[in-house]
């Protein structure tokens, strides 16, 4: 080896990118990964995934199941209220997703948000991150598995037991999320969003030209909506209708997943603004018009909202969306544990027996729980609200909080204090007790809603054959 391409650990290195073997060689980190170990055509390659493939990444992430609540949050919450609490979990989801690139750049070995938990906590921050990341996603996996079952219910026209749709549903997860690596998710998240982003904008523009909405009275003369300005929640339904927005920004803990494949790490702020921004804004858009013509009488999910044939219109669009998310969303907790089991072992990269027996065995769980999950708890709103409050805020606050003061609260022993570096104290801190009040209040709330949903008439039931497609 070239002896100039020998330093010592306490050398400044040139490239941030590079990164450190046991004896100091440094190498490309494209072709050595601290997690993955080292990248070899005899195995799938982890560290694939590009600029625009990590801009749609994220948007799927991000947009699918939550963007189809927010008219319903806000017609909880009004509009106003609704949009300032939007933007205000926007920016504060934003700031969160930088720390996770940050954090991956400062310590290469990080793969998931336990790892960051085994710095920052020992093994109790380990533990417990690591159960509430699985959790999430699996909860979230749920819910992919529910929308597409209501998906498959609209365009049918509930053409078969709902039960089988679950059950159609979760096979089609577990078939798409065995897909190794997320460079080749990604071409599945090409065809995802685009579908997604049109069927909303489909019941969007439908919305606006139809009459009034299908469910509202249909009496003579002039129809007027009865959007409200603000509202006038209790405090159960408040704080339900912030977990749902909450939700709709909860793709934060993939993050980790997806700067860990980047090709470039170091690219990954500017692909978080730019998916940020344009999730930001569709949210908004989305949430103003179809509340604002729909009024109290928007359907949930909000695809729904103008009718029988446009729902149909809608949902067969946006179902190739609506498997991708949960393709997504179930490879994503998968992976985590494949890692895990088979890190530091020659299985990890290359294409063995056991290799591909641990892969699908993860995928294959994760999907029969998601699937037990969505049969469970058929209620959209309800689902989605559990979600956000109880693991939402738990994956992208506190421990986003807790990771800028592991890295910066030195500077105050260094004398290096200044009143940027205060104001970031307080807004870390800000962080960790808001989320740590939207945990606690936010599942009371959403246990509260589902509870009241099986008390009203027409409430779904656990493992039903009902049409779940109809909820307004």
């Known amino acids: ?188 998240a090409w065809i995802g969003l685009p579908c997604i982003l049109i069927a909303i904008l489909i019941v969007t523009i439908a919305v606006g030209v139809q009459d009034r909405p299908p469910t509202a009275p249909q009496t003579d003369g002039p ?62 858009t989305i949430g103003c018009v179809v509340y604002y013509y729909c009024g109290s009488y928007v359907a949930s999910p909000a695809l729904g909202s103008a009718g029988g044939l446009i729902k149909k219109i809608a949902y067969g669009l946006s179902l190739p969306g609506l498997i991708v998310t949960t393709t997504i969303v179930t490879h994503i907790p998968a992976k985590y544990i494949f890692v895990h089991l088979l890190r530091g072992s020659k299985h990890l990269i290359s294409n063995t027996v056991t290799h591909w027996t641990v892969w699908l065995a993860c995928t294959l769980s994760i999907t029969v729980i998601a699937y037990i999950i969505a049969s469970a708890i058929p209620v959209f709103d309800g689902l989605v609200s559990l979600i956000g409050a109880l693991l939402g805020t738990m994956m992208c606050f506190q421990p986003m909080g807790c990771m800028w003061l592991y890295d910066n609260w030195h500077k105050r022993r260094e004398g290096l204090a200044t009143k940027q570096w205060w104001f970031m104290v307080f807004f870390s801190v800000f962080v960790v007790i808001s989320g740590t009040f939207l945990t606690v209040a936010g599942t009371y709330g959403s246990v509260v809603g589902i509870m009241d949903s099986y008390k009203t008439e027409g409430g779904s039931a656990a493992f039903t054959c009902a049409d779940n497609s109809g909820s307004v």
């Open 223 to 284: 129809w007027v909506a009865d959007f409200k300005i603000i509202g006038n929640p209790t405090f159960a339904q408040a704080i339900t209708a912030v977990s749902s927005l909450v939700f709709a920004f909860s793709g934060t803990p993939g993050f980790f997943s997806i700067v860990s494949e980047m090709r470039d790490p170091r690219k990954f702020t500017p692909a978080l603004l730019i998916c940020q921004a344009v999730v930001t804004a569709v949210y908004i």
């Open 1 to 188: 080896m070239d002896p100039s391409s020998i330093q010592t650990k306490e050398k400044p290195i040139e490239d941030p990118n590079a990164l450190y073997l046991e004896k100091g060689e440094i190498v490309d980190d494209v072709t050595y990964d601290a997690v993955f170990g080292e990248i070899t055509d005899e195995g799938p390659n982890y560290r694939n995934v590009g600029f625009f493939g990590t801009v749609v990444l994220m948007m799927k992430t991000q947009i699918g199941l939550g963007v189809l609540s927010i008219p319903t949050a806000f017609d909880t919450l009004g509009m106003v209220p609704g949009v300032i609490v939007l933007i205000a979990i926007s920016c504060i989801t934003t700031w969160s997703d930088y720390m996770v690139g940050s954090f991956k750049l400062r310590h290469r070995e990080v793969y998931g948000i336990d790892d960051a938990g085994a710095l920052m906590f020992g093994t109790p921050g380990r533990v417990v991150l690591a159960a509430a990341f699985c959790l999430y996603w699996i909860f979230v996996a749920g819910s992919g598995i529910l929308g597409i079952s209501i998906g498959l219910n609209a365009v049918s026209t509930h053409g078969a037991c709902t039960a089988i749709f679950v059950a159609v549903a979760a096979i089609l997860g577990f078939a798409c999320s065995s897909i190794r690596t997320l460079g080749k998710v990604t071409w599945l």
